[in-house]
C-alpha cells in the first residue's frame, strides 16, 4: 500500500516535536523530539504503552494539542505549510476538510440529538465543498463504501439505533465527507467485538486505499496494526524506540522494549481447583428472559457460577453479556426467570435490595473514564461505598481507602487526592477495582475491564485481579470480547448470541475442537500478527469457508 517515498509525495513532515503537559501547576514533557514522515496513500501505525504519547503525536498532526497542553518546540508542516504556532482561522480551515479525525468512542463523539446523515454534511457545507443536497447523496456512496447495511436509510438515524461498529464506520464515513488528505485513526476498533473489528477493519482499509488517502492509525494492538500500517514507529514516555516497515517489525525488532510488546499476554493464571458436585453456585440464573420494550434482548438463560471461580461471558455486540450483567445487578428487571445468590432469590429491582445485599454483589465498568466523576478525587471515590456499606468515617475511612490504594499498587500519598485526568487509563481502572472491593464483595461483575487499555497495562489488570481473587477468595463473571483474556484468566466459558447461551463449559472444552459454528466464527476471528491475515479471512469468508455470522 506504501506509495513513492520522493519529496513530491512528502505530505506530513513532523521535526523534533516537543510537546509539554501541565500537571500540579508544572510543565512537563509528553512528546520528546520525535521526528515523523507521511506520504500521500500511505499509512503509519503509531504503537506503545499507555502514556507513550501516540494520541499526542497523532493531534499534533492536526495542529492541535489538548487542554493543558502545548507545543514546547519543533516543526509541523502538512503539504508545506507550518501548523506549529499557525493561526486559529488557518487550522479551521484545514481540520475536517484536508485533516479529519477518527476518535475511539464513536458513541461518544456524535452528538445524540442529531441523526447521521445532518452530522456526516457539516463539514463539506460548512467549508462550501459540496451543497446540503450533494453532501447528503455522497454520504450513502460512502455508507454503501463502509459496507453499512441499507446505506438510504440509515444516515436517518439517530446515533443510539445503530450498533457500536456501524456507528464506528459511520464516523470514518464522516470524516471521508470532505475527502481529506489525511486521517488520524486513533484506536478505532478497540471497543468492538472480533466479528465487528474485522468488519470495520476491512472497512477502513478499503475507503483508505480507494481515495489514496494518508492515515495515521494509533492503537495498542499489535495484530490490528499489522493489518492496517505500512510502516510502524514504536514510542515510549513520550521518545522514539524504533520504526521500521510492518513486515520488519514484525519478523524483527531491533529494541527490547518492542520484543516485550511482542511477547505481552503470557500470563495463564493458575486452574481453580474441581468444584465438588456437593457445593451449591454462588449465583445461579435460572430461565431468564428479559426485553427493551417489545425488544427480546435475553431468551431463556440459565447460568451457575461457583465460589472462588472465574467464568468468562463472551460474544460479539449485541448478544446480551451486558444486559445479563444489568439483570443481575437489578438495574433490568426479568419478564421472567430468577437470580439466587448464595440461595437467596433477589428482588428484579436493585432498589428493593437491602444494602447487606447490595454489598456482596459489585461491578466495574468497562470505561473507567465515564464511571468516575470527574470533579470526585480518589479519596471520594473509594471512600463513599466504605461509608455507605461499611458505615466508616474519618480516621477510618482514610485508613481503610489507603489500605485499598495499596491493594491495587497505588501509592496513597501519591494517588489519595488526585482526580480522574490526572490518571492513566490504567490507574482509573485500578480505582474503579478499589470502589468495588470498598463494598467488601463475595461476587464482582468485571464488564470489559481490559478492553480499552494497551496489552502490557491490560496484563497488568489481570495480574491484579488474579492476586485479589486468590488473597480475598473473590468470585468473578468476566465479560469480554478478547479471547486472549479468556484464554488467561477463565474457568469456565459461556458463549453468548442474540441473547442466547450458544455454548458452556470448561475452558479446555470450549477452547478445544470441534467448536460450535459461532465459537469457531469468534475464535478465527481474532487478529494475528501476520500482515496477510485480514486479507486471507476475508477472501476464505468470501468463499464461504467460513460463516460471517
Given at each position: 500500500?506504501?506509495?513513492?517515498?520522493?519529496?513530491?509525495?512528502?505530505?506530513?513532515?513532523?521535526?523534533?516535536?516537543?510537546?509539554?503537559?501541565?500537571?500540579?501547576?508544572?510543565?512537563?514533557?509528553?512528546?520528546?523530539?520525535?521526528?515523523?514522515?507521511?506520504?500521500?496513500?500511505?499509512?503509519?501505525?503509531?504503537?506503545?504503552?499507555?502514556?507513550?504519547?501516540?494520541?499526542?503525536?497523532?493531534?499534533?498532526?492536526?495542529?492541535?494539542?489538548?487542554?493543558?497542553?502545548?507545543?514546547?518546540?519543533?516543526?509541523?508542516?502538512?503539504?508545506?505549510?507550518?501548523?506549529?504556532?499557525?493561526?486559529?482561522?488557518?487550522?479551521r480551515a484545514l481540520r475536517g476538510a484536508r485533516i479529519a479525525y477518527v476518535a475511539q468512542s464513536a458513541a461518544a463523539a456524535f452528538n445524540p440529538a442529531y441523526r447521521l446523515i445532518s452530522q456526516y454534511c457539516e463539514a463539506p457545507v460548512k467549508h462550501r465543498i459540496l451543497s446540503r443536497q450533494q453532501a447528503e447523496s455522497d454520504a450513502v456512496q460512502l455508507y454503501r463504501e463502509m459496507q453499512l447495511p441499507n446505506p438510504d436509510e440509515i444516515g436517518f438515524r439517530y446515533p443510539h439505533q445503530v450498533s457500536g461498529g456501524q456507528l464506528q464506520r459511520a464516523m470514518t464515513a464522516m470524516a471521508m465527507s470532505c475527502r481529506p488528505d489525511l486521517i488520524i485513526f486513533d484506536e478505532p476498533t478497540t471497543a468492538l467485538d472480533v466479528t465487528t473489528q474485522i468488519e470495520v477493519l476491512a472497512a477502513i482499509r478499503n475507503v483508505v486505499r480507494e481515495h489514496r488517502t494518508a492515515a495515521i492509525y494509533i492503537t495498542h494492538d499489535l495484530a490490528v496494526v499489522a493489518q492496517m500500517a505500512d510502516r510502524i514507529k514504536v514510542l515510549l514516555k513520550g521518545e522514539e524506540v524504533e520504526e521500521a516497515d510492518t513486515r520488519r517489525m514484525l519478523s524483527a525488532p531491533q529494541q527490547e522494549y518492542t520484543k516485550s510488546l511482542w511477547a505481552v499476554r503470557e500470563f495463564r493464571r493458575d486452574p481453580s481447583p474441581a468444584v465438588p458436585e456437593s457445593d451449591a453456585p454462588l449465583l445461579e440464573i435460572a430461565g431468564v428472559s428479559a426485553a427493551y420494550g417489545d425488544l427480546t434482548v435475553l431468551d431463556d438463560i440459565n447460568l451457575s457460577i461457583h465460589r472462588g471461580r472465574t467464568v468468562a461471558v463472551v460474544g460479539e455486540s449485541g448478544s446480551g453479556k451486558s444486559t445479563t450483567a444489568r439483570v443481575?445487578?437489578?438495574?433490568?428487571?426479568?419478564?421472567?426467570?430468577?437470580?439466587?445468590?448464595?440461595?437467596?432469590?433477589?428482588?428484579?429491582?436493585?432498589?428493593?435490595?437491602?444494602?447487606?445485599?447490595?454489598?456482596?454483589?459489585?461491578?466495574?465498568?468497562?470505561?473507567?473514564?465515564?464511571?468516575?466523576?470527574?470533579?470526585?478525587?480518589?479519596r471520594d471515590v473509594i471512600g463513599r461505598p466504605l461509608e455507605?456499606?461499611?458505615?466508616?468515617?474519618?480516621?477510618?475511612?482514610?485508613?481503610?481507602?489507603?489500605?485499598?490504594?495499596?491493594?491495587?499498587?497505588?501509592?496513597?500519598?501519591?494517588?489519595?487526592?488526585?482526580?480522574?485526568?490526572?490518571?492513566?487509563?490504567?490507574?482509573?481502572?485500578?480505582?474503579?477495582?478499589?470502589?468495588?472491593?470498598?463494598?467488601?464483595?463475595?461476587?464482582?461483575?468485571?464488564?470489559?475491564?481490559?478492553?480499552?487499555?494497551?496489552?502490557?497495562?491490560?496484563?497488568?489488570?489481570?495480574?491484579?485481579?488474579?492476586?485479589?481473587?486468590?488473597?480475598?477468595?473473590?468470585?468473578?463473571?468476566?465479560?469480554?470480547?478478547?479471547?486472549?483474556?479468556?484464554?488467561?484468566?477463565?474457568?469456565?466459558?459461556?458463549?453468548?448470541?442474540?441473547?442466547?447461551?450458544?455454548?458452556?463449559?470448561?475452558?479446555?472444552?470450549?477452547?478445544?475442537?470441534?467448536?460450535?459454528?459461532?465459537?469457531?466464527?469468534?475464535?478465527?476471528?481474532?487478529?494475528?500478527?501476520?500482515?496477510?491475515?485480514?486479507?486471507?479471512?476475508?477472501?476464505?469468508?468470501?468463499?464461504?469457508?467460513?460463516?460471517?455470522?
Open positions: 500500500m506504501a506509495k513513492d517515498g520522493g519529496t513530491g509525495d512528502l505530505l506530513l513532515d513532523i521535526r523534533e516535536l516537543w510537546i509539554e503537559g501541565r500537571a500540579g501547576g508544572v510543565w512537563h514533557q509528553i512528546v520528546k523530539g520525535v521526528d515523523l514522515t507521511l506520504h500521500r496513500g500511505e499509512i503509519v501505525g503509531l504503537i506503545g504503552e499507555s502514556g507513550a504519547g501516540k494520541s499526542t503525536l497523532g493531534l499534533a498532526a492536526m495542529g492541535y494539542t489538548k487542554s493543558g497542553c502545548r507545543i514546547a518546540g519543533g516543526s509541523i508542516r502538512f503539504d508545506g505549510q507550518e501548523l506549529a504556532g499557525a493561526g486559529p482561522e488557518r487550522l443481575i445487578m437489578g438495574l433490568l428487571q426479568p419478564t421472567r426467570g430468577t437470580v439466587r445468590f448464595d440461595g437467596v432469590q433477589l428482588p428484579p429491582r436493585s432498589r428493593d435490595r437491602p444494602p447487606k445485599l447490595q454489598r456482596r454483589v459489585q461491578m466495574i465498568h468497562q470505561m473507567a473514564d465515564t464511571a468516575l466523576n470527574p470533579r470526585h478525587r480518589v455507605f456499606f461499611l458505615g466508616l468515617k474519618g480516621k477510618a475511612k482514610e485508613r481503610r481507602t489507603r489500605e485499598l490504594l495499596s491493594m491495587i499498587e497505588l501509592d496513597p500519598d501519591r494517588f489519595i487526592d488526585r482526580l480522574p485526568m490526572e490518571l492513566s487509563g490504567g490507574q482509573k481502572q485500578r480505582v474503579c477495582i478499589a470502589r468495588a472491593l470498598a463494598a467488601e464483595p463475595e461476587f464482582i461483575i468485571c464488564d470489559e475491564v481490559t478492553s480499552a487499555l494497551d496489552q502490557l497495562v491490560a496484563e497488568g489488570i489481570l495480574r491484579l485481579l488474579d492476586r485479589l481473587q486468590r488473597e480475598m477468595g473473590l468470585t468473578y463473571m468476566f465479560i469480554t470480547h478478547d479471547l486472549a483474556t479468556v484464554r488467561s484468566i477463565a474457568d469456565e466459558v459461556v458463549v453468548m448470541r442474540n441473547g442466547r447461551i450458544v455454548e458452556q463449559g470448561s475452558k479446555a472444552d470450549v477452547f478445544a475442537p470441534p467448536h460450535h459454528e459461532y465459537t469457531e466464527l469468534l475464535l478465527s476471528s481474532v487478529p494475528e500478527m501476520d500482515p496477510d491475515w485480514l486479507s486471507a479471512i476475508l477472501a476464505k469468508r468470501q468463499r464461504g469457508d467460513a460463516a460471517v455470522g
